[in-house]
């Protein structure tokens, strides 16, 4: 095997994100880019010689010609084994898993998410770590110091790898292992969940089912899982097919990008139970017929039903949420007396709770619902979750849902989005929140009491490293909350995230639309951080 030494100079900005560096496909594809990246993974890595490395992507344009690159790469820095999906597919959570199971060094996954796709879309790469879970800042922060002063990567010459064709070639002096994408994962979600009670529901007549894949990477795997194993009629996956450009749509589970499915589920004989997963199949939306079920709130549903599930029969170490999900979940923990952590967006903030054992079930308000059975967050999973309490429950999701609320209040809950606003601009209104937060303590906006006001800073209880400037929090003295951040995961201008919450004890008023009840909460927040004069928009571009 001849290595080629090849010699490179820095691009600025390799910074990853909230969840690896994304980019527009062609800033990747000048030359040199992706290949920095990569060495700059390798050089942070310790002891990888002769072990094995996991690689797929999301399906996406640019999905094979990077991984091809990388099988060059991992062989010539000395990998000894690289497990790759076939077709160069695997989901984010199935990376998760393989890295786990076949205890790997780590994994590269090719994915920007839900971002737009294609020849004019976003790419992105992540590093996860031998746990399963996404790198930690710490090793961020490495990658991103090599990527400054990088000036050589290792290659090797070299024909393409075959990924059609499952099984070994070898590349060099590296094993390249061809696998199925969806065996392990499927595996791993039978043993968890109650499988047999699932199949029961799906056969009931008139029980239907819907799960719209987004022509992003989880219709193989909701065709394996939900129609093969489970028996779901066969016209129950929608978009199942994997397309480069996802369709040209967005895979993003939400109702704005969902919008089909949420029409389906609006329909009076629409079916009893939808679903749909995002570009790489880490986040999950989850519906009833004519309900939608926020993600919050699915978190603290979970938590509260675990122990009708298998895997989590015997009740739960802890739970988990990131700062701007709602407190839902908390008063499940509290009832439940198990600690609960509120820590900043991002699942790499999960890893060391969940491998500390101090936490089972984590959660975020953007669509991210997890366990301890992996280390990312896992749509599908979650699906099986809420099929899984169907069955025990013999109830139907409005049921469950309007019954969670009885018995803990609703926390109305929503979440407002500027997407591609000036960065300038929004950085200066997030400056102007910090100046004027602190000034804000037991002053009174509409009928709501400051409570408190801060710029959210988290120290990890395990390993103690401290996060700074994760949000602008301003807390009311009923509970209510005002959120506001800058998004880590765009990849033009900047995204002034909003989020807001109110909480309900009284049963007669649960009831009301969300938008109708966060009324004067979503007002205040326009006026305190001053979003029109600052974005020079009227309203936000996403609502969830
Ligand atoms: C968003 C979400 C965050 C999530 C991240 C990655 O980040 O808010 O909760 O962990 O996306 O999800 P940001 O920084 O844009 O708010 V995914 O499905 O894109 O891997
Ligand atoms: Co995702």
């Not at 960065?423 to 009491?449: F, P």
Request: with cysteine; hydrophobic share 35%; proline share 4%.
């Amino acid at each position: 095997m001849k290595i080629q030494d090849v010699s490179t100079t820095p691009y600025a900005g390799q910074q990853p994100g909230t969840s690896g560096l994304r980019k527009k496909v062609s800033v990747f594809q000048q030359a040199g880019y992706l290949e920095n990246f990569v060495q700059a993974i390798f050089d942070s890595l310790d002891d990888f010689q002769g072990k094995l490395l996991v690689v797929g992507g999301d399906g996406r344009y640019y999905n094979t010609t990077a991984i091809q690159t990388i099988l060059r790469m991992a062989a010539a820095n000395g990998f000894g084994k690289v497990l790759v999906g076939q077709d160069g597919l695997l989901s984010t959570p199935a990376m998760s898993c393989l890295i786990r199971k076949y205890a790997a060094h780590g994994g590269i996954i090719l994915s920007a998410s839900h971002n737009p796709a294609g020849v004019d879309g976003d790419f992105g790469i992540k590093y996860n770590i031998a746990n399963g879970g996404p790198a930690p800042e710490t090793v961020t922060n490495r990658i991103h110091e090599h990527t400054r002063d990088i000036t050589r990567y290792l290659t090797v010459e070299a024909s393409d790898i075959d990924l059609s064709r499952r099984g070994s070639q070898s590349l060099g002096n590296m094993q390249v292992e061809v696998i199925d994408p969806v065996a392990d994962y499927a595996e791993l979600m039978e043993q968890l969940f109650d499988f047999e009670r699932i199949r029961a529901l799906l056969k009931k007549p008139g029980f239907a089912l819907r799960f719209d894949a987004m022509h992003a990477i989880t219709g193989p795997y909701a065709s394996d899982i939900l129609i093969t194993r489970l028996g779901a009629a066969s016209g129950s996956v929608l978009n199942a097919l994997p397309l480069e450009d996802f369709g040209g749509g967005h895979p993003d589970p939400n109702l704005t990008y969902a919008h089909e499915l949420v029409a389906m589920m609006n329909d009076a004989d629409g079916p009893d139970f939808g679903a749909a997963s995002d570009g790489d199949g880490d986040r999950n939306m989850i519906l009833g017929s004519r309900i939608f079920v926020t993600p919050s709130d699915s978190l603290a549903i979970l938590a509260a039903n675990a122990r009708l599930v298998p895997g989590y029969r015997d009740g739960l170490a802890g739970v988990a949420r990131s700062m701007p999900t709602s407190q839902a979940v908390d008063r499940v923990a509290g009832k439940l007396g198990i600690p609960v952590y509120e820590t900043p967006t991002g699942w790499k903030f999960f890893g060391n709770l969940l491998d500390a054992g101090k936490v089972t079930l984590c959660g975020e308000e953007s669509f991210g619902t997890g366990s301890d059975h992996v280390r990312e967050k896992d749509g599908l999973w979650a699906v099986l979750f809420w099929l899984n309490l169907l069955a025990a429950r013999q109830e139907t999701v409005e049921e469950i849902v309007h019954g969670h609320w009885r018995e803990y209040g609703r926390n109305y809950y929503s979440r407002h989005d500027y997407e591609g606003v000036d960065a300038t601009a929004a950085n200066q209104l997030m400056d102007g929140l910090r100046e004027t937060g602190g000034e804000l303590q037991g002053k009174t906006l509409g009928s709501y009491r400051v409570d408190y006001s801060d710029d959210f800073s988290y120290t990890d209880p395990v390993d103690h490293s401290v996060s700074r400037n994760q949000g602008i929090r301003i807390g009311f003295s009923d509970g209510s909350r005002i959120v506001y951040r800058l998004s880590g995961t765009g990849t033009e201008g900047a995204t002034l995230r909003v989020y807001i919450e109110r909480y309900e004890p009284d049963p007669g008023k649960q009831h009301l639309d969300a938008q109708e009840a966060l009324h004067d909460l979503i007002r205040i927040a326009g006026e305190v951080a001053r979003i029109r004069e600052f974005t020079g928009r009227e309203s936000p571009t996403v609502i969830t």
